[in-house]
């Protein structure tokens, strides 16, 4: 069996099927909000809650789950979502 890995170099990804929940103001929700506030005809459903816990999403497409997480150790994650967009999320920590 020659899988030894060193674990700082190790490879992984993560298929991520439920929607990761952010904590904390999201300047999405609130524009999302603002936007349904300005335009009457968009069922309440489309309100977005918050600040307080959101479903994190592809920027793209908004999707929030069936991502894939992938990335090393000592590297920030990627995702990409099943559209095939890929971004960095949580990029408040320059490496
Ligand atoms: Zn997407």
Redesign the pocket.
Known sequence: MGDDVHRDDAFWTITVLEPILVQGPDPTATAINDAVMDVATIPISSYVEGPRVEAHH?P????DRGWTAFGHWTDPARLV?????TWTPWEDDPA
């Open positions: 592809c793209d497409c908004g999707a979502c099943p559209a095939g967009h």
